[in-house]
């Protein structure tokens, strides 16, 4: 079995490293290639990893110069699979001319909120691009939504439209263990995001002045978004945060934490929260759009302690809440990991689901 991904690649965001775990995760007779359409960090830290990438060259999807590059990479590769994890036109547009190479897609979902997404679908602009694309690209054969939520969603879009859930799931053996620490002055409570709108990091630091306020023995810090952009963006309850920026070895620092805290608006599966999961840290805060109940609901609400509501002082009170009390944590605990161990083993899923599924469309294309 040979399988081409297709990334954009730049950015290391959740989509390419949803796609460093699964290729890495995948059985050893499994012939792999990942295709990025331009080269970035994504594409560093995979030839890191040491798997093959290819990069087009292109600026973008619509860049022509991607493809006949992309056309040479079918010819040489000869995948039974094509598996997309973003939309670029040109490489669907060549996928036209390979009819019996199957073609996968996740659907990561729209990094927006739903109102804003039902908007987008309602304008002109949107409804001429899909009209422009359904002349142009290769519909893909077949769909892999990362939680049911987005499944859902993509229906709306793509009535009838072929799939499963494949959840984006992590590489157990790479989690970190929470280590405890006797004998250190504060607790932590803290949150890994992105410097982005649907993160709610103002949310994050007005509970952590709720919190602070109340009492001198609790810390929160911020990782993924820095101190001059929280000083910009958060207001004056920035303050109240030890903001740690962009960082590799965000899992070492959630390891150290007490509680994680999600404030996201939406989320079509929160990586970070299976990764609190895994490394043995409860989680609180409030429920986001998206996945992220399907997963609590998979330990009967257990896992976590979310609200629906976006109330800061009783999402602090929670946090101070789960602090407080060891054996309610131990619980949250202890029902996280078997939730993640599980449904959210990468390796396990490549080996039995997602084979079946390039097994399945392989054996489509051969038959016809």
């Not at 081409?4 to 012939?31: C, F, Q, W």
């Not at 959630?254 to 939406?266: E, G, W």
């Not at 939730?339 to 097994?359: G, I, P, S």
Request: net charge positive.
């Amino acid at each position: 079995m040979r399988v081409l991904y297709l990334i954009n690649a730049g950015i290391m965001g959740g989509r390419e490293r949803h796609v460093l775990t699964l290729v890495r995760s995948l059985p050893k007779d499994v012939e792999r290639c990942v295709c990025a359409v331009s080269g970035g960090e994504a594409v560093d830290a995979m030839r890191a990893a040491g798997i093959d990438v290819r990069v087009l060259g292109g600026r973008n999807g619509h860049d022509i110069r991607v493809l006949p590059r992309f056309i040479r990479l079918l010819r040489e590769f000869r995948p039974d699979v094509v598996h997309a994890h973003s939309s670029a036109i040109l490489t669907s547009f060549a996928l036209r001319f390979f009819p019996r190479i199957a073609f996968a897609m996740s659907i990561h979902g729209p990094s927006v909120s739903g109102a804003e997404w039902a908007a987008r679908r309602r304008s002109l602009r949107w409804k001429l691009k899909e009209i422009a694309a359904a002349a142009v690209e290769r519909r893909p054969d077949y769909y892999l939504p990362v939680s049911g939520s987005t499944w859902k969603e993509f229906l709306q879009v793509r009535p009838g439209a072929k799939g499963e859930v494949f959840y984006n799931a992590l590489r157990l053996d790479a989690i970190p263990k929470r280590e405890p620490r006797p004998g250190r002055e504060k607790k932590v409570a803290g949150m890994v995001g992105r410097m982005a709108d649907q993160k709610d990091w103002p949310s994050f630091a007005a509970i952590a002045r709720a919190a602070v306020s109340s009492r001198g023995d609790v810390e929160f810090w911020g990782v993924g978004a820095d101190e001059a952009w929280a000083a910009e963006n958060v207001g004056e309850n920035a303050k109240y945060v030890r903001w740690f920026g962009s960082r590799q070895d965000a899992r070492d620092l959630i390891a150290q934490m007490d509680v994680f805290v999600m404030t996201s608006k939406h989320e079509q599966l929160p990586t970070t929260l299976l990764e609190a999961f895994a490394i043995g840290v409860p989680v609180t805060g409030f429920m986001p759009e998206g996945g992220t109940s399907e997963v609590i609901d998979l330990s009967g609400g257990a896992s976590a302690i979310m609200i629906e509501e976006r109330d800061c002082a009783k999402a602090a009170a929670n946090v101070l809440k789960v602090l407080d009390d060891p054996a309610l944590a131990a619980s949250m605990v202890a029902a996280g990991g078997e939730t993640v161990h599980r449904h959210f083993d990468m390796e396990k899923l490549c080996a039995t689901q997602l084979m079946d599924v390039y097994a399945r469309l392989a054996a489509e294309k051969r038959a016809k």
